[in-house]
């Protein structure tokens, strides 16, 4: 089993915010859930309509990383500010 995969597999139930990260530890994405676990791994699982942009994204992940929340709106306003701080390629503004 890779890196990523245990680290996907010890993902909470919890509201947060994850960030995707590539081969040189740029974040490429960031997210929000009410549930991480089930968030991040809908983008691993095999799908025939995952748009290409989104298969292009999963291809270059290497790591993960999360922060938990107390609610969905407090994912939010992180997000939005992790957003804004470092301007991933993959978020669209």
Avoid at 4 to 33: M, R, S
Avoid at 63 to 82: H, K, R, Y
């Amino acid at each position: 089993m890779t890196p990523l995969e245990l680290q996907i597999q010890t993902l909470p139930d919890n509201p947060g915010v994850y960030q995707y990260y590539d081969k040189d530890n740029k974040i490429l994405y960031v997210g929000k859930a009410k549930s991480l676990n089930k968030r991040v791994t809908s983008y691993f699982r095999k799908q025939n309509d995952v748009p290409i942009r989104t298969q292009k994204l999963v291809e270059q992940i290497v790591d993960i990383e999360w922060i938990e929340v107390g609610s969905d709106l407090e994912a939010l306003l992180l997000e939005t500010n992790l957003i804004k701080e470092y301007l991933p390629k993959y978020n669209v503004l």
